[in-house]
């Protein structure tokens, strides 16, 4: 069984900045690409940006530049630095992981239980 567990939620004035974290555990072997979407209320979960087990990066255009994904492939964590947030970027954050466990020889994927970030105007 694998787990997704997001931290670091919360309230932040516009401007501020937040930085959430997922750790995931389990009878994990590798995980491949790590992402992180988010759901606003009333809107479809949509992708923020996701993170290669190599590192490479890729971002949604609104978040560019303002926000970093990074990920410590030791711990199994991926990391989601938010600088300049707007009340725009309010909203649940989950985080995604395809993972290989020793149960299957097919990755899988998985998701965190989701975190709220809520941007004050």
């Known amino acids: 069984q694998v787990q997704l567990v997001e931290s670091g939620g919360g309230l932040v004035q516009a401007g501020g900045s937040l930085r959430l974290s997922c750790a995931a555990s389990?009878?994990?072997?590798?995980?491949?690409?790590m992402a992180w979407y988010r759901q606003a209320p009333g809107k479809q979960r949509e992708l923020v940006g996701s993170?290669?087990?190599?590192?490479?990066?890729n971002y949604k255009d609104s978040v560019k530049g303002r926000f970093t994904i990074s990920r410590d492939n030791a711990k199994n964590t991926v990391h989601l630095q938010m600088n300049s947030l707007k009340f725009e970027d309010t909203a649940v954050y989950y985080c995604?992981?395809?993972?290989?466990?020793?149960?299957?020889?097919?990755?899988?994927?998985?998701w965190g239980q989701g975190t709220q970030v809520t941007v004050s105007s």
């Open positions: 995604n992981a395809n993972i290989l466990t020793y149960s299957s020889p097919w990755s899988s994927s998985y």
């Open positions: 389990g009878r994990i072997k590798s995980i491949n690409a």
């Open positions: 993170i290669t087990s190599s590192g490479t990066t």
